[in-house]
């Protein structure tokens, strides 16, 4: 462990010490290995190493190909945190494609106005999520937007899931979904409607949420679990407050 440690810690010095200058060559050289797309490999601030992404997992690979370096990268001069910063953009860019008509949002009423809004992937029958959803209002009151997408834990052709269909298929989505966090049961008259259920399940998985409530915020930070409104917001201002790099 000790020495792994200060491998390690050799390895990020030399980060601070000799900035990587761009090689196009060999970018292109370990994306055809590795069959990636040209874009998924960058030069690292570490001289001779590159970093990888494969959907949304990071790695960093030496130029020659042959080594794979697995871990976050971390300069320790400054503290930032270089690996965990590109999964952030990650995370909102995969949620911006995802798109804000596929959200259910429980936004403060005018003419108070959202300071910040937060993604929740959530489970109808999650219990500290029905905690969180009772507790909307203390939310909105901080100037927090709940955007909610669903996460149905069990899986496809659950109650969990066809419940989370049937509340996306409502005339009244957001009565919809707080009577269903009350552990009522929603019935959609006739067929089901085009719903993104399987789409927000499948993003869940792969950004690697195993558990709900999740919150994304907007820096692209995730909390998990429940936090109460107060506590949130102050974790909110800290995140909104983190230099980029």
């Known amino acids: 462990m000790k020495s792994n440690l200060l491998a390690a810690v050799a390895l990020l010095f030399i980060a ?33 190493i590159y970093e990888v992404q494969h959907d949304h997992e990071f790695g960093y690979v030496t130029a020659d190909g042959r080594y794979l370096l697995r871990g976050d990268l971390v300069d320790l001069k400054t503290g930032k945190e270089l690996t965990e910063e590109h999964r952030r953009d990650d995370r909102l860019a995969e949620i911006g494609k995802l798109g804000q008509n596929k959200l259910i949002e429980f936004a403060p009423s005018p003419p108070q106005v959202a300071k910040y809004t937060v993604t929740v992937f959530t489970d109808v029958d999650c219990g500290y999520c029905r905690k969180l959803h009772s507790e909307i209002a203390q939310y909105n009151a901080q100037g927090i937007a709940i955007r909610y997408a669903f996460f149905p834990r069990s899986g496809p052709d659950t109650d969990s899931w066809r419940t ?3 509340v996306w298929c409502s005339a009244d989505r957001q009565k919809a979904l707080t009577d269903a966090k009350t552990g009522a049961t929603i019935k959609v008259k006739g067929k089901l409607c085009d719903n993104p259920i399987a789409e927000e399940y499948q993003l869940a ?17 995730i909390f998990p679990g429940y936090i109460p409104a107060p506590a949130l917001a102050q974790k909110l201002a800290e995140a909104t407050a983190k230099p980029k790099s």
Do not use: C
Request: glycine share 12%; charged share 25%.
């Open 164 to 166: 989370a269909e049937a």
């Open 16 to 48: 601070v010490a000799a900035p990587a200058q761009a090689g196009d060559d060999a970018a292109e050289r370990i994306a055809k290995q590795l069959g990636l797309k040209a874009e998924n490999v960058r030069p690292s601030p570490v001289a001779g």
């Open 205 to 221: 998985q792969d950004l690697g949420i195993r558990g709900t409530p999740m919150m994304v915020f907007p820096n692209g930070d």
